[in-house]
């Protein structure tokens, strides 16, 4: 987007769609994971609001930690080189590990952090996606659990940027511009 263009923003999926699905995921998470006490990992900076809202409605003991991946830059095409910024402070050893994404694209971040998880031999790994970008991820594993399939447009808001903006928009939009 040039300097002078315009952001023109167009509602995707609003804030109670989002907050009605995430109390269904929710709910089968509460079903699945009944006394396993897991380890929710949400990956930043993305997903932090989509984590906050669906811890909220976890009812089992669980507990949190965080890694921070990089791949975008300020771009919205992935280079394609993960990087980890972050890493755990947790134990993952026979724990069970529930990835927390906002969204899956390319699959390259998933893809980086289940080789970095499975090494660590957890007791279960599975990942929670809020979007999913069903035309172009192709990943040779399934996520587990995932809010909304959504074509192939750049979305923002609801803890997703372009270029470190709009994260704090409460629901999702996508990003169209005029010049
Ligand atoms: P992937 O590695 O290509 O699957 O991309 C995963 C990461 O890229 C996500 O966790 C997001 O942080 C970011 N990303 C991918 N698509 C979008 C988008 O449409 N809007 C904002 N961020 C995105
Ligand atoms: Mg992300």
């Given amino acids: 987007m040039s300097a002078q263009s315009v952001p023109v923003l167009e509602e995707y999926i609003s804030e109670e769609k989002i907050s009605n699905r995430i109390k269904q ?48 830059g300020d771009d919205k095409i992935s280079s394609g080189d993960v990087k980890l910024l ?9 724990r069970h590990i529930i990835i927390i994404e906002d969204i899956v694209d390319s699959g390259l971040s998933l893809k980086f952090i289940k080789n970095i998880i499975e090494i660590k031999n957890p007791a279960s790994l599975r990942f929670v996606s809020l979007l999913f970008k069903k035309n172009i991820s192709n990943l040779d594993f399934k996520v587990d659990y995932i809010g909304f399939k959504i074509k192939n447009e750049f979305v923002i808001g609801y803890g997703l940027d372009y270029a470190q903006k709009y994260r704090n928009l409460k629901g999702i939009y996508v990003l169209k511009s005029i010049n």
């Fill in 25 to 72: 995921i929710a709910k089968k998470l509460n079903k699945d994971y009944k006394d396993k006490n897991p380890i929710f990992i949400g990956i930043l900076n993305g997903s932090f609001i989509f984590l906050a809202d669906l811890i909220r409605e976890i009812k089992v003991d669980c507990e949190m930690d965080f890694l921070k991946l990089s791949s975008y």
């Fill in 86 to 94: 972050k890493d755990l402070n947790c134990q993952i050893e026979n």
